[in-house]
């Protein structure tokens, strides 16, 4: 979905009042930089011997339309591949072209390496080949999940055993926190997390969400910042004013997209610190993006909303 560019006024963080509280899971309730980032980076290498830095994963996300971390793998396999045949952009620059794409996410990425094929003189066709979206799936699943999760989530046998990155995720979010938000707030959930794996961090952080105020992977095709999920839980709470609280560019663009899609309730999106954007930069990519309020982490939401 294209991102809103006409952005409504914001409203001061002092102001800001809220009917419900939607929580994205990763960055926000848990720490995912060295599970699903790491299973990301390692994919790759184990698949084509070569691999992208760290800080590449977030140019991936603010790109936009990566949500799901199955397809920045992919994206992220497929520059390696043509990186091999004879592409000679470097991430920084492909990422950005994917930004600028008509297309978004895993699309614009798989576009902008055919339209590089001629003046780099390699052959797209072959990169395509050589990519498995399946192989793909199945390394980082194994990585992620570990054996034991590998065969209940998966249902089958793991390509390789490892332990399971999904076991390395620190929580954030305080019981306090939590408390204050169930006892203040209808609470809801939307995540790019399949169900299952959504289910096992919200089980860890001690957050309990009826399956009707959340939103997985599983449950709708778009993505975020696709809007449809967030009105959606607006809808279902009753809520005139919803606060969605993410830790990437998508969800603070979800925040805006749903405020023009349903003006006749009030959205704010807003950012955390405790993903792949930290600092003041970070702090003025969430502005430029439209973010209500920018806030250090998801504990600090209690005082916002106060």
Do not use: C
Not at 74 to 86: I, N, S, W
Request: charged content about 25%; cysteine-free.
């Amino acid at each position: 979905m294209e991102v809103v560019t006409d952005l409504p006024a914001r409203v001061p963080a002092t102001a800001m009042q809220a009917d419900a509280v939607v929580l994205d899971v990763d960055g926000v309730l848990v720490d995912v930089a060295d599970s699903y980032r790491r299973a990301i980076i390692e994919t790759v290498e184990r698949r084509h011997g070569e691999t992208i830095e760290r800080t590449t994963i977030q140019r991936f996300k603010d790109a936009g339309g990566f949500n799901n971390d199955w397809e920045l793998t992919d994206a992220a396999a497929l520059f390696v591949l043509a990186r091999q045949a004879g592409y000679t952009t470097n991430a920084e620059a492909f990422t950005d072209a994917i930004a600028a794409h008509h297309e978004s996410g895993l699309a614009a990425a798989r576009a902008v390496v055919a339209e590089a094929a001629d003046a780099d003189n390699f052959d797209a066709e072959a990169v395509e080949a050589e990519w498995d979206p399946k192989g793909v799936r199945q390394t980082f699943q194994a990585l992620y999940l570990g054996v034991k999760l590998y065969r209940e989530i998966e249902g089958g046998e793991p390509p390789f055993e490892a332990p399971g990155y999904i076991h390395d995720e620190p929580v954030i979010v305080t019981p306090e926190t939590i408390e204050a938000l169930q006892t203040d707030y209808d609470v809801g959930v939307l995540t790019g997390r399949p169900a299952a794996e959504a289910t096992i961090a919200l089980e860890r952080v001690g957050l309990d969400v009826p399956e009707a105020h959340r939103f997985t992977m599983d449950d709708w095709d778009a993505g975020k910042p696709d809007p449809h999920a967030l009105v959606t839980l607006a809808e279902r709470f009753d809520a005139e004013s919803t606060v969605f609280v993410g830790d990437t560019l998508d969800d603070v663009r979800t925040a805006v997209n749903a405020a023009a899609a349903d003006p006749a309730r009030t959205y704010h999106g807003v950012g955390v610190l405790t993903g792949g954007l930290t600092g003041d930069a970070g702090r003025a990519n969430y502005d430029d993006a439209g973010a209500g309020a920018v806030v250090d982490s998801v504990n600090d939401i209690p005082d916002l909303l106060e």
